[in-house]
């Protein structure tokens, strides 16, 4: 089994940065493959960025450029550094890995808790 532990979401003023972590623990060797996905109240859940165990990393139109994913894998920690926050960036933020599937699509087979985004006015 693999856990995952979301942290760092918070509430920044529009334009702010935040930088989200997520700790993986258990079957390390299960989390080749690991996103970030965020959903809106009322709205699907969406792919925000994925990365391999080589480092190699796809985003969402919506985030390239703004967002950053990366990893620690001595410490099992994965990263999303988001800058330049927009009004639409709130969400539930997820953390997944899965062994085998990698991209942005919702087929990964170990999910976090989450962490709140908010944009405060």
């Known amino acids: 089994q693999v856990q995952l532990v979301e942290s760092g979401g918070g509430s920044v003023q529009s334009g702010g940065s935040l930088r989200l972590s997520c700790a993986a623990s258990?079957?390390?060797?299960?989390?080749?493959?690991k996103a970030w996905f965020r959903q809106a109240p009322g709205k699907e859940r969406e792919g925000v960025a994925v990365?391999?165990?080589?480092?190699?990393?796809k985003y969402a139109d919506s985030v390239k450029g703004r967002f950053t994913i990366s990893q620690d894998n001595a410490k099992n920690t994965l990263y999303l550094q988001m800058n330049s926050l927009k009004p639409e960036d709130p969400a539930m933020y997820y953390c997944?890995?899965?062994?085998?599937?990698?991209?942005?699509?919702?087929?990964?087979?170990?999910w976090g808790q989450g962490t709140q985004v908010a944009i405060s006015s």
């Open positions: 997944a890995a899965d062994p085998y599937y990698y991209g942005l699509g919702s087929a990964f087979q170990y």
């Open positions: 990365i391999d165990n080589l480092g190699r990393a």
């Open positions: 258990g079957d390390i060797y299960r989390t080749v493959h």
